[in-house]
C-alpha cells in the first residue's frame, strides 16, 4: 500500500469515523459544561466553601451515637422488616400475571395486551418506591399499609421484567413435547414452562427482597412506616447522635439481608 | 382400546396432497400422500431439509400444514379446531430427537406428563394422578430398564437414559400412533442401536405403527419394513429396503451425498 | 394369526401392571428433609398472621382516600402539564443537568478507583483503600448521602450532584474493578513482556478489553441517576423530586400525574437510546 516516499501511518480507523468519534466526545464536553452552567446557577458558592466547616460541626454533633436509643428501634425495625417482606409478597403476587401477559410466548395477545403490560412495567420500573410512599401517603393516609403498597408497587415492575425475560428464554422443544401430549394451555403452562422458570423467579424474588429491605428503611422520611419515621423525627429535632445510631442500625440490617440474600440464592441455582 | 386386532385390517393414518409453505416462502412440503396400515413401521428417510421434519409436526399438527388432509381412523385431524385437537394429540405418541424432557422435572412426572390429554387440569396440578396410570407410568419404567430412577431429575439421566424416558412418557398416552423424529441422531452408535431395538420391540409387543423420521440409512434399512424416501419436499421412494438399490438412494440423496453416504456405510 | 396373539396378550399385559405402586410423590424441590421443611411453613404462617396484625390501618382514613386516590387515577389519565409548568420545567432542567454531570463526574471518578480496586493490577495498600470507598457508597442509600449533604452544602442541585457521583462512584467502580479483574490474563502477560510501563499496561492491555462495557455501564447508570434525582429533591437535594413532593402535598394530583408521565417517558426514552448506542458501540 505504501510507497517508500510516502509516510507509512497506521490507522486502525478510518478518518471519518475518527472524526465522528471526535466529534461525539466533543459534543458531551459540551453538553456537560452548558449542563454545569445551569445547573450551578443558583448555587450560593459561600455555602459550598463553608463545607468542610459545616462537615467538620456535623461530624462532631454525629458522634459519638446514642446506643440507649436502640430500644426504641426495635419495633421500627420489625416493621421495617414487614414492610419490605409483605410488600415483595405483594408485588410478587401481581408480577407473576403480568409476567405471562407481557412475554411474547405466552401473551394472549400481542397486539393489545402485551403493549399493556409492558407499560405497567415500565410505570412501577420508572417511579422510585418513595415516589409511590409519598402518593400513597397522601391518599391512603401514613401507616405501613402505604409503605407496603408503595414496595408492592415498584417491585412488580422489577419482577416482571426479569421474569417474562426468562419466560421469553425457556426452552421451545420440553414446551413442544408437553403440547404433543395433547396438554391443555394451563397444563403446558404448568408442565413445559414453570419448571423452567423457576429456580429464575425465586432468585428474582429474593433479590428484589434484599434491594426492599434498603428501601424500606428509608420509606418513613414521608410518613410510610418503619424505622425511617424516627430518623425523620431525629432529624427534625436535631438530635445527630440519635441519626447516627440509626445509621448503624440501617446498615447492619442491609448488611444482614445482603448475605441472607446471597445464601438463599446461592442455595437455589 | 377396541383391540389391535380389529384395528389391523383398516388403514389407521391416511395422509394425502399434504402441502406446507412457510411464511418465509420455503416449500417444505409438496403433495404427499401416503397411507399406513396398523401395525406398520415406517421409516421415513432423506437429506436433511427434505422435509421429514415438517412432515411428522403436520400429523399431530404442531406444524400447521398449508393444504392436504390427514386423517387416523377415519377422524381428520386436518380440519379439528384448537380444542377437538387436544383429544387426537394423546392418540399420537412422539419421540423426540432431543429427548425433549422437562429437565427439571422428575422422571415420573416425565412419564406421567403423557396422560396431560386425559387428566384434568387439577389432578395433573397437583400430581394426584389415577391408580392406573400410575401404575402404568411404573410398567413402563420398568419395561425401558429405569425404574429405580423414577424420583431422579430427568436432567440427572444420561442420553440414552433420557431417550427411554421419552419412549416411557410416549408409551404412557396410550398411542395408537407414534410419530418418531430422529430418535438417534444425539446418541452414539452403540446406544443408537439399542434404542432403536427397543422401540422396535415395543412396537410390535404392543402391535403399535409408527413413522420414524432417521437420516441414518443403514439403520433405517436395519429396522424397519417399509421406507419412504422425501427429498425436496416429495415422496421419490415408497418401499421395503429390499427395493432401495443404490440409483434409488441417488435419486433420494443426489449424486454427489450418496458417495459420501456409500463411505460412511462401508466404514460403519 | 401373530397379530391376534399379540392383541391378546395386551390386556393381560395390562393386568400386571398391579404389581407396581399406584401412587407417586414428586420429590420436594428445595428442602429435602421433611420435618424442616414443615417447620419452616409453620414458622412463616406465625410470621404472617403476627407481620399482619401489626398493620394498623385507620380505615375511615383509607375510606376518605378512596376518594383521592380515584383523583389521582383521573389526573394521571388528564394529566395537567401547563399550570404548574414553570416549576416543572425547572424542576426538569435541574433534574437532567444534575444527571448528566454527576454521571460523568463520577464515571471519571470512577475509572482510578476501579483500577485500584482491581487485585490483579493494584498494589494492595490501594486495593484497600479503593475497595473501602466502594464498600462505603454503595452501603449508604442515596437518600441518606442526600440528608448528608444537603447539611453540609445546602439546599439545592449542587448537593443532588455530589450524591449522585458519590453513588455512581461505588456502583461504577465495583462492575469496573470485576471487568478488570475478569480480563484475559494472557494479553496482559503479552503486553508485560514487550516491557511496557505500568500506564501502558492499561493503555493497551485493560482498555480495549473493558471500554465496551464500560460505556454501556456508564449509560445504565445515566438511566439509574435520573430516576434517582426525581427522589432526592424529597429531603433538599433539587430537582424534579421537589415539584413532585409540593404538588403531592397540595393534592395537586393532576399535575403530579403529569410529572410521573414525564418521568415514566425519559426513562422510556433514555432506555430506548441506550440500546441503540450499545449496538453502535459494539
Known amino acids: 500500500m505504501n510507497t517508500t516516499d510516502t509516510v507509512p501511518v497506521w490507522q486502525h480507523r478510518t478518518t471519518g469515523k475518527r472524526l465522528l468519534i471526535w466529534f461525539g466526545w466533543l459534543l458531551l464536553v459540551a453538553l456537560c459544561v452548558y449542563s454545569w452552567q445551569l ?38 425495625l420489625w416493621d421495617t422488616l414487614n414492610i419490605a417482606t409483605l410488600g415483595t409478597l405483594l408485588g410478587v403476587v401481581i408480577a407473576i400475571p403480568v409476567a405471562f401477559l407481557a412475554a411474547s410466548n405466552t401473551t394472549p395477545s400481542k397486539v393489545f395486551v402485551r403493549p399493556v403490560a409492558l407499560f405497567i412495567i415500565v410505570a412501577s420500573r420508572s417511579i422510585n418506591s418513595l415516589i409511590w ?97 424516627q430518623l425523620q423525627a431525629s432529624l427534625n429535632t436535631l438530635a445527630w447522635p440519635q441519626v447516627t445510631m440509626i445509621f ?20 437455589i441455582i | 382400546m377396541s383391540g389391535p ?100 422435572l422428575s422422571v415420573m412426572e416425565n ?79 452403540k ?28 439403520l433405517a434399512r436395519q429396522f424397519t419394513e417399509r421406507l419412504i424416501g422425501l427429498q425436496a419436499g416429495r415422496i421419490v421412494f415408497d418401499g421395503s429396503p429390499a427395493e432401495l438399490t443404490e440409483s434409488v438412494l441417488t435419486r433420494i440423496y443426489g449424486e454427489e451425498d450418496w458417495t459420501t453416504l456409500d463411505h460412511e456405510t462401508e466404514a460403519a | 394369526m401373530a397379530e391376534v396373539n399379540e392383541g391378546a396378550a395386551a390386556p393381560s399385559a395390562r393386568s400386571d401392571y398391579s404389581r407396581y405402586p399406584g401412587t407417586f410423590k414428586p420429590p420436594a424441590i428445595l428442602i429435602q428433609r421433611a420435618w424442616l421443611r414443615r417447620t419452616l411453613w409453620i414458622a412463616a404462617l406465625v410470621w404472617l398472621v403476627l407481620a399482619l396484625s401489626t398493620i394498623e390501618v385507620n380505615w375511615v382514613r383509607v375510606a376518605e382516600g378512596m376518594e383521592r386516590g380515584w383523583r389521582f387515577i383521573k389526573g394521571f389519565l388528564t394529566p395537567d402539564f401547563t399550570s404548574r409548568w414553570k416549576d416543572i420545567s425547572a424542576g426538569l432542567v435541574e433534574s437532567l443537568t444534575m444527571t448528566m454531570t454527576s454521571t460523568v463526574a463520577g464515571v471519571l ?5 476501579g483500577i485500584g480496586a482491581a487485585r490483579n493490577v493494584a498494589p494492595s495498600v490501594v486495593y484497600y483503600l479503593c475497595r473501602s470507598i466502594i464498600a462505603v457508597s454503595r452501603s449508604l442509600q442515596e437518600i441518606i448521602i442526600a440528608i448528608l449533604f444537603v447539611t453540609m452544602f445546602g ?16 456502583f461504577m467502580a465495583k462492575l469496573l474493578a470485576e471487568d478488570i479483574e475478569d480480563i484475559d490474563e494472557s494479553q496482559t502477560e503479552a503486553v508485560r513482556a514487550t516491557g511496557a510501563s505500568w500506564l501502558q499496561l492499561i493503555n493497551y492491555a485493560v482498555q480495549p478489553q473493558v471500554m465496551p462495557r464500560l460505556i454501556g455501564l456508564s449509560l445504565y447508570r445515566l438511566d439509574i441517576n435520573f430516576r434517582e434525582s426525581a427522589v432526592i429533591g424529597i429531603v433538599g437535594a433539587g430537582g424534579i423530586g421537589a415539584t413532585l413532593n409540593t404538588a403531592i402535598d397540595r393534592y395537586e394530583f393532576d399535575s403530579a400525574g403529569a410529572i410521573l408521565l414525564i418521568i415514566i417517558f425519559i426513562v422510556m426514552l433514555a432506555e430506548y437510546s441506550s440500546g441503540f448506542v450499545r449496538k453502535w458501540v459494539q
Not at chain 1, 448503624?248 to 442455595?267: D, F, K, M, P, Y
Open chain 3, 155 to 170: 439546599f439545592g442541585p449542587f448537593a443532588g450532584f455530589l450524591t449522585l457521583t458519590f453513588a455512581t462512584i461505588g
Open chain 2, 191 to 218: 446406544t443408537s442401536r439399542q434404542i432403536m431395538r427397543l422401540l422396535l420391540e415395543i412396537c410390535n409387543e404392543q402391535h403399535l405403527p409408527a413413522i420414524i423420521n432417521i437420516h441414518d440409512v443403514v
Open chain 1, 39 to 76: 445547573m450551578t446557577r443558583d448555587t450560593i458558592w459561600a455555602f459550598v466553601a463553608d463545607a468542610p466547616r459545616q462537615a467538620a460541626d456535623l461530624g462532631s454533633r454525629m458522634f459519638p451515637p446514642r446506643w440507649s436509643y436502640i430500644e426504641k428501634l426495635w419495633m421500627p
Open chain 2, 5 to 104: 386386532a380389529f384395528r389391523s385390517t383398516h388403514t389407521l393414518l391416511e395422509v394425502s396432497q399434504l402441502s406446507k409453505t412457510y411464511a418465509a416462502g420455503d416449500k417444505a412440503l409438496d403433495d404427499v400422500s401416503f397411507s399406513i396400515p396398523a401395525g406398520q413401521v415406517v421409516g421415513l428417510i432423506g437429506p436433511s431439509g427434505a422435509g421429514k421434519s415438517t412432515l411428522i409436526r403436520c400429523i399431530n399438527r404442531l406444524v400447521e400444514p398449508t393444504s392436504g388432509t390427514i386423517s387416523l381412523s377415519g377422524t381428520n385431524i386436518t380440519g379439528m379446531s384448537t380444542s377437538e385437537l387436544r383429544s387426537v394429540r394423546r392418540r399420537i405418541g412422539m419421540i423426540f430427537q432431543e429427548y425433549a424432557l422437562v429437565e427439571r
Open chain 1, 248 to 267: 448503624v442500625v440501617i446498615l447492619g440490617t442491609v448488611v444482614i439481608s445482603e448475605w441472607v440474600s446471597a445464601r438463599v440464592r446461592h442455595a
Open chain 2, 111 to 189: 412419564v406421567l406428563s403423557g396422560r396431560l390429554g386425559y387428566v384434568s387440569f387439577w389432578r395433573s396440578f397437583t400430581r394426584h394422578y389415577p391408580k392406573a396410570d400410575v401404575q402404568k407410568a411404573f410398567a413402563l419404567l420398568d419395561r425401558v430398564g429405569l425404574i429405580d430412577h423414577a424420583s431422579k431429575r430427568a436432567d440427572a439421566l444420561s442420553g440414552g437414559q433420557r431417550q427411554r424416558v421419552g419412549i416411557a412418557r410416549a408409551l404412557e398416552q396410550d398411542p395408537e400412533l407414534l410419530l418418531i423424529d430422529e430418535p438417534t441422531a444425539s446418541l452414539d452408535p
Open chain 3, 109 to 113: 471518578l470512577s475509572v482510578p478507583i
Open chain 1, 133 to 229: 410512599a409519598l402518593l400513597l401517603v397522601s391518599i391512603i393516609g401514613p401507616g405501613l399499609l402505604a409503605g407496603i403498597v408503595a414496595i408492592g408497587l415498584r417491585s412488580i415492575g422489577f419482577v416482571a421484567k426479569l421474569l417474562y425475560e426468562a419466560i421469553e428464554e425457556t426452552d421451545r422443544l420440553q414446551i413442544e413435547a408437553v403440547t404433543a401430549t395433547g396438554a391443555s394451555g394451563a397444563q403446558i403452562l404448568n408442565y413445559g414452562i414453570v419448571p423452567q422458570v423457576l429456580p429464575a423467579f425465586y432468585g428474582i424474588s429474593v433479590f428484589r427482597w434484599d434491594i426492599n429491605i434498603r428501601e424500606s428503611t428509608i420509606l418513613g422520611l414521608v410518613g410510610a412506616g418503619g424505622i425511617g419515621v
